[in-house]
């Protein structure tokens, strides 16, 4: 016994540990953006169906001896793709969308050994159920999500903060080949097994009375209804944890970690329901599941006006911020999810049709993913998924209220339906008002809205993506020209261009941008200035040229590279820059590669020795001042912070640039500056490429 607990435990383990290891090791080549996670995650729940429907079709379709002989195979084989290093091949060469080259590239380099993973649950249970006829089989289910559970909460705090990824990827790798004896030892101790093989080969399955209540039932197979209802609460389950990890990553806080909580609760949810222990309770949590589908649609529309409610300036107001939103939809995701998974378990069948229980399950799971992952992004406009699925909750607990003929959880199911479809009516209503344009891609939703009325001196038209304000331009033709938002004159970027175009006036200036946003900066473009803007995401492009006059209107000469701006940069000749704006770190996800030590060698190569990268830090979570510290005495320059506070009616937000340059007149100029100051001496270790700990910089 010690021994299929144990691989069943090693292999949860390290199948929720190397999704974060893959990922951080590809989200440098495809902009560091939160959609490379949701894109990996529906990769690995392919290839966790995949496994499954090869453990279903081992089971039921060969002899035992056979079973272990083929498992075995390809255990050996899977360890020929070891160590799980991508190669620098299929970094991405174009700025097209690139959920097709990760998925490609995942596969390459841990497809078999991930499939070889995901198939140790079903597969090693019913290798359990075989040798010891009549045990509780599904408690195992539940020790696989501990020990997943454990490898996701161990992740950020302990394994991230004191080891690089290379050393991650081999100490996994070891880690995997361990498994490998494991895995192989448990087939073959099943064929050794008594002869109560429970694909129907030999002797006949353990009397009910050996089996949980649940379960205890004719061992018939079960019918498609009952299988099709598996597949719908397994896929609802899934959409509700990716779309709302979606909700929070993109519409309530940049918080980097924020993915890692719905994961847990999800998780918790099919330790709890699957231990066997009676935590699900259906009378108590299907209308308990109703109502928070109905709370958190409520959430969507909620718009809180007591004091001390409004977010940080730089983001959309009259939203729920972190300390309100995450309670609400974390505790809404967990009671949902319990309600899912428990009904699961409440239809879950007798041992012997356990592998086809577990690939519905997973199918559900994979259908879900992909839903959320690559379908709702090219059909839907916004991330409408999340309400969607919640008014499914509320439909389905009253289906299933009313096929238990339990009135009271009926009457609650109608009210709180009636009540989702309504809030999702007035949802949508909200998003869509005021605004001009709202598209969606792999890189996340926009939404381009017009403040105030035509006859407002003030109105402007204003770039959002999620809750992050990407850019404002004033819609008064006599102020449209004006810098605004973080890019003012008394910024840190604004100081650096004026500063060195002061030194030589004559001189037509080159400047980088690293982040378009509306294309504020080049508001600062003469004739004869060339302005270089580098720019992942192509609909922020279109916008920035179909809904804003920025870039029209510049005198300047301007480029806008498509792609992730570091590749960029590396294939391209040097651009002799006078100043580089790097502004990517306060918007849903931090692109680390691009404050890493590498990355300014990059930047160096590009700069001229007397001009200047400026990076943009302002940031509600982070504080990356000591980060970019770092950049600078890894090249020998110097940094100046430059904290900028207007007063709230001004057209400008509060920011904080660090600028890093050896020009001395340029720090002379910086340092009398109001709002500069020195950055201590951080005692951290320096980011590099293989290595970024994100819990050094937290607020």
């Known amino acids: 016994m010690t021994l299929f607990a144990s691989t069943i435990a090693l292999s949860a383990f390290l199948l929720f540990l190397v999704q974060p290891i893959i990922a951080k090791q590809i989200l440098p080549w495809f902009g560091g953006t ?31 001896r056979r079973q272990a002989i083929v498992h075995t195979t390809l255990l050996l084989v899977s360890l020929a793709l070891l160590p799980i290093i991508p190669s620098e091949a299929l970094k991405p060469v174009d700025g097209s969308d690139p959920t097709v080259r990760i998925l490609g590239l995942l596969a390459l380099t841990i497809g078999l050994p991930y499939l070889m993973l995901s198939t140790t649950g079903p597969l090693v249970q019913a290798w359990f159920a075989r040798r010891y006829a009549g045990r509780q089989v599904y408690r195992l289910y539940a020790l696989s999500n501990v020990a997943s559970m454990g490898a996701l909460i161990a992740y950020p705090p302990l394994i991230e903060p004191l080891s690089s990824v290379r050393v991650q990827s081999w100490a996994w790798s070891a880690g995997y080949a361990a498994f490998a004896v494991l895995a192989a030892l448990a087939a073959w101790a099943a064929v050794r ?17 050996a089996l949980p209540a649940a379960t205890s039932q004719a061992a018939t197979a079960p019918g498609w209804p009952r299988q099709l209802l598996w597949l719908t609460l397994s896929a609802l389950g899934s959409i509700l944890l990716l779309s709302t990890t979606t909700h929070l990553t993109q519409n309530v806080a940049s918080v980097p970690f924020l993915w890692v909580l719905p994961l847990a609760l999800y998780l918790l949810t099919f330790i709890l329901c699957f231990d066997g222990r009676g935590w699900y309770r259906p009378r108590l949590m299907a209308p308990l599941a109703a109502l928070a589908a109905l709370g958190m649609l409520a959430g969507l529309i909620w718009r809180p006006t007591f004091p001390g409610s409004a977010p940080w300036i730089g983001y959309e107001r009259g939203l729920m911020d972190i300390t309100q939103a995450v309670p609400v939809y974390a505790v809404g995701l967990f009671v949902l999810c319990m309600f899912c998974h428990g009904e699961l378990v409440e239809r879950k069948p007798a041992p012997q049709h356990l592998t086809r229980f577990y690939l519905m399950v997973s199918l559900g799971g994979a259908v879900g993913g ?17 309400p969607q699925a919640l008014a499914m909750v509320a439909a389905l607990a009253l289906g299933l209220a009313l096929a238990d003929r339990a009135p009271v959880r009926a009457v609650v199911g109608l009210a709180c339906l009636v009540g989702t479809v309504a809030a999702y009516v007035e949802y949508r209503h909200d998003i869509r008002d005021r605004a001009i344009e709202i598209s969606r891609n792999f890189y996340g939703t926009l939404r381009v809205q017009a403040t105030g009325p035509d006859s407002d001196p003030d109105a402007r038209w204003r770039l959002l993506h999620g809750v992050i304000i990407h850019g404002e331009q004033y819609r008064d033709a006599a102020r449209r020209t004006m810098p605004t938002t973080y890019y003012g004159e008394t910024s840190g970027v604004g100081r650096a261009i004026l500063g060195l175009r002061e030194q030589a006036a004559a001189e037509p200036q080159r400047v980088g941008l690293i982040g378009l946003g509306v294309g504020t900066l080049a508001a600062y473009g003469r004739a004869g200035d060339h302005y270089r803007i580098y720019e992942i995401n192509p609909e922020v492009i279109e916008l920035a040229r179909k809904s804003f006059t920025y870039l029209p209107q510049s005198p300047a000469e301007i480029v806008t590279p498509l792609g992730d701006a570091r590749l960029v940069l590396e294939r391209e000749a040097p651009q002799q820059l006078h100043v580089l ?37 302002s940031n509600r979570y982070l504080d990356l001042s000591g980060v970019v510290q770092q950049l600078a005495d890894s090249v020998g320059w110097s940094a100046v912070s430059i904290a900028d506070d207007p007063p709230e009616s001004s057209h400008l937000y509060r920011t904080t640039w660090v600028v890093i340059t050896r020009n001395a007149a340029l720090i002379e100029a910086l340092k009398a500056a109001p709002g500069a100051e020195d950055i201590p001496r951080p005692t951290t270790r320096p980011w590099t490429d293989d290595f970024n700990n994100l819990f050094d910089v937290l607020k």
């Open 34 to 64: 939160s959609a490379v996670w949701t894109t990996c995650m529906v990769f690995f729940q392919c290839v966790l169906l995949a496994g499954y429907f090869y453990a279903d079709t081992l089971i039921r379709r060969v002899a035992p």
């Open 193 to 209: 097994g008594p002869s109560s093989a429970i694909d129907g080969s030999t002797a006949a399955a353990p009397a009910p009375a």
């Open 370 to 386: 992909l839903l959320v992952g690559l379908v709702a992004p090219v059909v839907y406009d916004w991330t409408w998924e999340l």
């Open 581 to 617: 704006a790097v502004d990517a770190f306060s918007s849903d996800s931090i692109p680390v590669h691009l404050v890493t030590r590498e990355a300014m060698a990059v930047y160096r190569r590009h700069v001229r020795d007397d001009g200047a990268i400026a990076f943009h830090i």
